[in-house]
């Protein structure tokens, strides 16, 4: 994690100091963009440091400048930092929302100083015309694939589900928790015996299932972890209490993210489902810039196509062709 956050330091400081005159580039050169990408906590999971790899790589080159603030998970100091960056006047401002709610008085300062605002990965609750455009997952279709497995796989047996939930109010949890819910609604043979948010951690979620084993010891047979570091806290917690993990006739694990040494384990039958969540926005987001800067609009709602990878189909091949 330390080299991961050594190596973002270089990389950020390696973009400000390409054009370290600060400001717009001089009349002469290509234009100096300015983008303020306000990310949600740049190593808080295999998934969100693909997702700050990708958004750094893809402003790294000349005629951009990227400055990313990193909010630590905390949606008020988030606020804050897109408000620092209409301060700073940059030319577009990036969210990766930590939650998906208190972003109208902060957008609507960003629309008086006309900065656009794209909206990436996390979805928000505010009006339409307060933020340019939004790229990224939809969440609840995460959800509803992960469900889906879940129907053939227990078929009319009983299904006695823990949810281990992202971090609450967040786009991602709020989707696949929703389809979780509607999955508990339509089925009278699954059972929700628990949900906590292990905020996206894999010791936090270990904690979380073993109270959840000596709670509800061999009645569970499915965890529903909303992403891949929190399926392995849970995989761990099982294994550890002696329990059967994944596969046929073991403890079945959804998972979301299908960051690749996740995707092992899906191949080893640690974890039966896991859907893809694709960080790799950085050329997205790029793309969308550069159309704005050609005075082409964008659509409004841009959902990313995604897989889903099961512990009896997926194939070597598979992961090593898998870019993250
Ligand atoms: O918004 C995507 C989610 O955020 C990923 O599933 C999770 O790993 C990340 O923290």
Not at 25 to 36: D, E, F, L, Y
Not at 64 to 81: E, G, H, T
Not at 216 to 223: E, L, S
Request: charged fraction near 20%; aromatic fraction near 8%.
């Amino acid at each position: 994690m330390k080299k991961f956050i050594a190596i973002l330091l270089v990389l950020t400081v390696a973009a400000s100091m390409a054009f370290a005159g600060g400001g717009k580039q001089a009349a002469s050169g290509p234009k100096n963009i300015t983008i303020g990408f306000a990310q949600c906590k740049a190593d808080e999971s295999d998934w969100r440091m693909a997702n700050t790899r990708s958004m750094l790589n893809s402003f790294n080159v000349p005629g951009y400048r990227l400055i990313m603030s990193d909010s630590n998970n905390d949606a008020a100091k988030q606020v804050a930092d897109v408000q620092g960056f209409i301060n700073m006047e940059v030319d577009y401002i990036v969210i990766a929302a930590v939650n998906m709610d208190g972003w109208d008085t902060v957008l609507r300062n960003a629309k008086n100083a006309r900065i656009p605002v794209i909206l990436v990965d996390r979805n928000i609750n505010a009006a339409e015309d307060l933020w340019t455009c939004y790229v990224g997952p939809d969440f609840k279709v995460e959800g509803q694939k992960a469900t889906a497995w879940m129907e053939k796989h227990f078929g009319s047996n009983p299904v006695n589900i823990v949810n281990i939930q992202g971090q609450l109010g967040s786009g991602a949890q709020v989707g696949r928790s929703a389809a979780l819910d509607d999955g508990v609604a339509k089925h009278s043979n699954w059972t929700l015996l628990a949900r906590q948010t292990g905020n996206w951690g894999t010791d936090t979620a270990k904690q979380i299932m073993t109270s959840w084993i000596q709670q509800f010891g061999d009645r569970i047979n499915c965890v529903y972890a909303e992403n891949d570091n929190m399926a392995d806290g849970a995989i761990q917690a099982l294994k550890e209490a002696g329990k059967k993990v994944g596969k046929a006739d073991g403890v079945a694990i959804i998972s979301f993210d299908a960051n690749r040494p996740y995707l092992q384990m899906t191949l080893e039958g640690l974890i039966n489902c896991n859907v893809e969540c694709n960080p790799l926005h950085g050329p997205r987001v790029k793309g969308i810039i550069d159309n704005l800067e050609k005075g082409i609009q964008p659509k409004k709602i841009e959902y990313i196509e995604e897989e889903a990878f099961f512990w009896d189909t997926i194939t070597q091949a598979i992961i090593d062709a898998r870019q993250y």
